[in-house]
């Protein structure tokens, strides 16, 4: 439906019994009403009834958009946004349409849509009555839907009331009503909510910093143990994690460094529930956990007394030794789709892997489903469509933009000089990497992730556990590689290759200074500049704590002239709106989900790996050259 922006006024809202529509729907949220309002709009479109049509076409694009309350200034944002097509947006509003529900808010019964009008009309208008009465039916909308199951639709409500009334001042006196609310959901399930409801509005309260850390730092271990209890050690880490916050808002050191080692410790735990799963891919997840309690561990330990050091570093030696023998073990990877005819049915068995998991098994599924294609066998598919094509591999390798400028150009593979040959091989290879880089896209990393946000409210902090304590990530980065790689998941390449494409280029040089490379220059004025992608992926270091397939790939996605050489490309502003939804993006998306779940262990050095690898050869469990492949893989 598209609007024709007929004139409308408020007694073409009245007629409408709207109330009585609402009432049919099973939830009273948007994302519900907003069919039924389109189903009424092309119904008095084919009774000709025009005003009736553009009111109904006005609300349902109002209803349309999806609520993203962490934001102060967009709060609603289009339900999708695709290469060219878009549904709703805020400023798809004209003046006429913003004065029209000027004069129905009011008057509209239901809080939720209350709530989504009287917002549109603060964003764009900046009106004050329309944010207090956006504030008031935002709680209200979120008493109805309180669940302490499928609690994320209400926490979003409060969420955006909180954010409002901050943004009204605290003079205003909306924002301690809306702190009591969030007192009050917290006193009435005291800790015995089965989800996060009860951790997200403790979350609120600490960003807002309401200071009754006793009380609720205890609420927080409340939980958390009860999450314990039910072997749920996701749901543990986050209630561990607040408990922390609570610690050090109240700077309790001591207690907060007691939080911090139970957050390790629930890694731990998850480890060892992974491990004793059947399939052989948990012993990868196992390791990954394994991974984050050791950085935990080593993040805590720096403002520890001499005694406490002591037994953390005996504790890190000890699942170090734990992480190893998970990584011994055979992994059995997927591999690339073959061909563009096995895409629905690699499509159909993915969706399948992941369909009534968590979200986070989900994530960590879709993480685990391929790696980077083999050198060897990019350079034998060239080399046999040289065979092929006879003609083709005599003229050089060029490529164009799309101003047709010239931004490539290399030698042919038959050149008589040997660097020459192996450039236009290379050059051939990352062209024949993008091949792959659609089959896998195309065939697994969309549609599991459309399945994926199939289940409710995928959050931005879901991605959180992913992150933290995380070896790849240095400290402080953590939020922005949320931010990345939940704009990615919905589908917001654009957002999410700004976000995570400068974080891995430092996430880089933070690896590579682990291991004690210098990942800097200084020049004859003594001053010192941290080296960019286009220096450090080609170290030889990096090779040796990666891997030659995961380098190639990676050289060929971001600096790569015959890649896709987005980090150059975007750096400079080279990219276009519609590029960023590219297959080659949303792969890079993906490459980096991988990498932050299976996370390079820095501190295993080169000879362990090696000892680990051999050692695993010679027991046996190394049989075959796939499975060797699958424990290199492990160790990245």
Same mark, same amino acid.
């Given at each position: 439906?598209?609007?024709?922006?007929?004139?409308?006024? &408020?007694?073409?809202?009245?007629?409408?019994?709207?109330?009585?529509?609402?009432?049919?729907?099973?939830?009273?949220?948007?994302?519900?009403?907003?069919?039924?309002?389109?189903?009424?709009?092309?119904?008095?479109?084919?009774?000709?009834?025009?005003?009736?049509?553009?009111? !109904?076409?006005?609300?349902?694009?109002?209803?349309?958009?999806?609520?993203?309350?962490?934001?102060?200034?967009?709060?609603?944002?289009?339900?999708?946004?695709?290469?060219?097509?878009?549904?709703?947006?805020?400023?798809?509003?004209?003046?006429?349409?913003?004065? !029209?529900?000027?004069?129905?808010?009011?008057?509209?019964?239901?809080?939720?849509?209350?709530?989504?009008?009287?917002?549109?009309?603060?964003?764009?208008?900046?009106?004050?009555?329309?944010?207090?009465?956006?504030?008031?039916?935002?709680?209200?909308?979120?008493?109805?839907?309180?669940?302490?199951?499928?609690?994320?639709?209400?926490?979003?409500?409060?969420?955006?009331?909180?954010?409002?009334?901050?943004?009204?001042?605290?003079?205003?006196?909306?924002?301690?009503?809306?702190?009591?609310?969030?007192?009050?959901?917290?006193?009435?399930?005291?800790?015995? *909510?089965?989800?996060?409801?009860?951790?997200?509005?403790?979350?609120?309260?600490?960003?807002?910093?309401?200071?009754?850390?006793?009380?609720?730092?205890?609420?927080?271990?409340?939980?958390?143990?009860?999450?314990?209890?039910?072997?749920?050690?996701?749901?543990?880490?986050?209630?561990?994690?607040?408990?922390?916050?609570?610690?050090?808002?109240?700077? *309790?050191?001591?207690?907060?460094?007691?939080?911090?080692?139970?957050?390790?410790?629930?890694?731990?735990?998850?480890?060892?529930?992974?491990?004793?799963?059947?399939?052989?891919?948990?012993?990868?997840?196992?390791?990954?956990?394994?991974?984050?309690?050791?950085?935990?561990?080593?993040?805590?330990?720096?403002?520890?007394?001499?005694?406490?050091?002591?037994?953390?570093?005996?504790?890190?030696?000890?699942?170090?030794?734990?992480?190893?023998?998970?990584?011994?073990?055979?992994?059995?990877?997927?591999?690339?789709?073959?061909?563009?005819?096995?895409?629905?049915?690699?499509?159909?068995?993915?969706?399948?892997?992941?369909?009534?998991?968590?979200?986070?098994?989900?994530? !960590?599924?879709?993480?685990?489903?391929?790696?980077?294609?083999?050198?060897?066998?990019?350079? &034998?598919?060239?080399?046999?469509?040289?065979?092929?094509?006879?003609?083709?591999?005599?003229?050089?390798?060029?490529?164009?933009?799309?101003?047709?400028?010239?931004?490539?150009?290399?030698?042919?593979?038959?050149?008589?000089?040997?660097?020459?040959?192996?450039?236009?091989?290379?050059?051939?290879?990352?062209?024949?990497?993008?091949?792959?880089?659609?089959?896998?896209?195309?065939?697994?990393?969309?549609?599991?992730?459309?399945?994926?946000?199939?289940?409710?409210?995928?959050?931005?902090?879901?991605?959180?556990?992913?992150?933290?304590?995380?070896?790849?990530?240095?400290?402080?980065?953590?939020?922005?590689?949320?931010?990345?790689?939940?704009?990615?998941?919905?589908?917001?390449?654009?957002?999410?290759?700004?976000?995570?494409?400068?974080?891995?280029?430092?996430?880089?040089?933070?690896?590579?200074?682990?291991?004690?490379?210098?990942?800097?220059?200084?020049?004859?004025?003594?001053?010192?500049?941290?080296?960019?992608?286009?220096?450090?992926?080609?170290?030889?270091?990096?090779?040796?704590?990666?891997?030659?397939?995961?380098?190639?790939?990676?050289?060929?996605?971001?600096?790569?002239?015959?890649?896709?050489?987005?980090?150059?490309?975007?750096?400079?502003?080279?990219?276009?709106?519609? *590029?960023?939804?590219?297959?080659?993006?949303?792969?890079?998306?993906?490459?980096?989900?991988?990498?932050?779940?299976?996370?390079?262990?820095?501190?295993?050095?080169? *000879?362990?790996?090696?000892?680990?690898?051999?050692?695993?050869?010679?027991?046996?469990?190394?049989?075959?050259?796939?499975?060797?492949?699958?424990?290199?893989?492990?160790?990245?």
């Amino acid at each position: 439906m598209s609007l024709k922006n007929i004139p409308l006024a &408020k007694r073409d809202f009245e007629e409408l019994q709207l109330e009585e529509l609402i009432k049919k729907c099973d939830r009273k949220e948007c994302d519900r009403y907003f069919l039924i309002f389109f189903d009424k709009a092309h119904e008095a479109e084919a009774a000709g009834e025009t005003k009736t049509e553009e009111v !109904f076409t006005l609300l349902g694009y109002a209803a349309s958009m999806m609520l993203k309350p962490s934001s102060p200034t967009e709060p609603v944002t289009p339900l999708f946004v695709m290469h060219g097509p878009r549904s709703a947006i805020i400023d798809d509003f004209s003046e006429d349409h913003l004065k !029209f529900f000027g004069e129905i808010v009011f008057d509209i019964l239901d809080p939720e849509l209350r709530a989504r009008i009287a917002d549109i009309l603060w964003v764009k208008k900046r009106d004050f009555r329309a944010a207090e009465l956006a504030i008031a039916a935002y709680l209200e909308t979120a008493t109805i839907l309180e669940d302490p199951v499928q609690w994320s639709a209400c926490a979003k409500r409060i969420e955006r009331a909180v954010r409002l009334a901050a943004l009204l001042g605290r003079k205003a006196g909306h924002l301690n009503k809306v702190i009591s609310h969030i007192e009050t959901v917290l006193d009435k399930y005291n800790g015995e *909510d089965p989800k996060f409801l009860s951790e997200r509005l403790m979350g609120l309260l600490l960003e807002f910093q309401r200071d009754d850390s006793a009380k609720y730092s205890a609420l927080s271990e409340k939980l958390a143990k009860r999450a314990e209890s039910d072997g749920d050690w996701h749901r543990a880490r986050r209630y561990w994690e607040t408990k922390a916050h609570w610690h050090k808002l109240a700077k *309790d050191a001591d207690n907060e460094r007691t939080a911090q080692i139970k957050v390790a410790e629930t890694y731990v735990n998850a480890a060892k529930v992974e491990a004793d799963g059947e399939a052989l891919t948990r012993y990868v997840a196992a390791a990954g956990h394994m991974g984050r309690a050791i950085e935990s561990y080593r993040r805590i330990i720096g403002g520890a007394n001499e005694c406490m050091k002591e037994g953390m570093n005996e504790r890190i030696e000890e699942l170090h030794h734990i992480m190893l023998e998970y990584q011994e073990r055979p992994i059995n990877y997927p591999k690339f789709i073959s061909t563009e005819s096995d895409l629905n049915e690699a499509a159909k068995n993915a969706i399948a892997r992941v369909k009534g998991k968590t979200l986070y098994d989900a994530i !960590f599924e879709l993480a685990l489903m391929g790696e980077s294609p083999e050198v060897s066998s990019l350079r &034998k598919e060239v080399q046999e469509l040289a065979k092929e094509y006879p003609i083709r591999p005599l003229f050089p390798v060029v490529k164009v933009n799309e101003k047709g400028k010239v931004v490539g150009s290399s030698s042919n593979l038959f050149s008589n000089d040997p660097k020459e040959a192996e450039a236009a091989m290379r050059a051939n290879m990352f062209k024949q990497a993008k091949f792959h880089h659609t089959i896998h896209t195309q065939g697994i990393i969309e549609p599991v992730r459309c399945q994926i946000n199939l289940e409710p409210n995928v959050r931005l902090s879901d991605f959180i556990p992913i992150v933290s304590n995380n070896p790849l990530i240095p400290e402080g980065r953590e939020y922005i590689y949320a931010q990345g790689l939940h704009a990615g998941m919905e589908g917001d390449f654009l957002v999410a290759a700004h976000l995570l494409i400068p974080q891995f280029e430092n996430s880089i040089r933070h690896v590579l200074t682990q291991r004690g490379v210098i990942t800097s220059g200084i020049d004859p004025k003594g001053i010192q500049d941290e080296r960019s992608l286009n220096k450090t992926l080609y170290l030889p270091e990096m090779q040796n704590i990666c891997g030659e397939d995961l380098i190639f790939d990676l050289q060929g996605l971001l600096t790569e002239r015959f890649g896709a050489n987005l980090r150059n490309r975007m750096a400079h502003g080279l990219i276009s709106h519609n *590029d960023f939804y590219s297959v080659q993006v949303a792969y890079l998306w993906w490459l980096i989900l991988r990498l932050c779940c299976l996370p390079i262990i820095a501190q295993i050095k080169e *000879d362990e790996a090696q000892q680990v690898k051999d050692s695993a050869a010679e027991s046996g469990v190394i049989e075959n050259a796939e499975t060797a492949k699958a424990v290199k893989g492990a160790k990245r």
